[in-house]
């Protein structure tokens, strides 16, 4: 079983649509982040957080630590938003890394 | 500020050959990472750089990559040979530092990535 755990792995909405990825892993950590991969291969840093909520445009992550459980949210998606979310970890124990989960495919239909 | 800076973009080599790629972390940045993603998968570390010093080289195939980052600046990361398994996007990243000696909580930058297709 992989440390971090996304779902779903592919999702694909209508624009306009509420969109959730969820983010569960395994160990203690000190921080989670969720990145942004476009076609091509580029990746934008979109939230670093170790607790509550951020909020970022359309963009809302939330984490709850006890759960060891993250969400990230997308109000009113736009095709604009089809990309790979990735979220990643960094444990407390252990080598200074970050610990990737597979990411999940998201295609917002116009 | 300027962003990561990766070449080439794209890279097309047959098995055997040698291929190098260049990094260029954002200004200030001390810690430079170099990570392959193979398609599908999300990024596997490959090396982590402290300023000049290597913080973790574990998971990277070192009979056949290496990799240096002489001045503590940009760095490089070479395949020598490659193999057909070695197809993935090789992605540069850079943070400011870390705080602490077991957390890691800085922001990470990632450059666009060299596509890498060993034929």
């Known amino acids: 079983k992989n440390e971090v755990e996304q779902s779903p792995q592919n999702l694909t909405a209508q624009e306009g649509e509420f969109i959730t990825i969820n983010c569960s892993y395994s160990?203690?950590?000190?921080?989670l982040h969720w990145l942004q991969q476009h076609p091509g291969g580029g990746i934008v840093s979109l939230f670093m957080?170790?607790?509550g909520k951020k909020k970022h445009g359309r963009l809302i992550a939330t984490i709850n630590i006890q759960e060891k459980h993250s969400s990230l949210h997308i109000t009113a998606s736009h095709p604009r938003d089809s990309a790979v979310y990735i979220c990643a970890v960094s444990p407390i124990q252990g080598a200074q890394k970050l610990v990737f989960g597979q990411g999940t495919r998201l295609t917002i239909n116009p | 500020e300027a962003g990561v800076a990766q070449s080439p973009r794209y890279k097309i080599i047959e098995k055997r050959q040698s291929v190098a790629f260049w990094c260029n972390p954002i200004?200030?940045?001390?810690?430079l990472y170099w990570y392959q993603q193979i398609l599908g998968q999300g990024p596997k570390l490959l090396i982590q750089f402290q300023n000049n010093g290597v913080v973790d080289d574990s998971q990277l195939p070192k009979d056949r990559f290496s990799a240096e980052r002489l001045k503590g600046v940009d760095s490089t990361l070479k395949i020598q040979p490659a193999k057909l398994e070695d197809s993935a996007v090789y992605l540069c990243a850079s943070s400011r530092n870390y705080r602490g000696s077991r957390a890691f909580n800085e922001k990470l930058f990632f450059g666009s990535g060299t596509q890498l297709s060993v034929l």
């Open positions: 200004s200030g940045h001390a810690t």
């Open positions: 160990v203690g950590i000190s921080a």
């Open positions: 957080l170790s607790s």
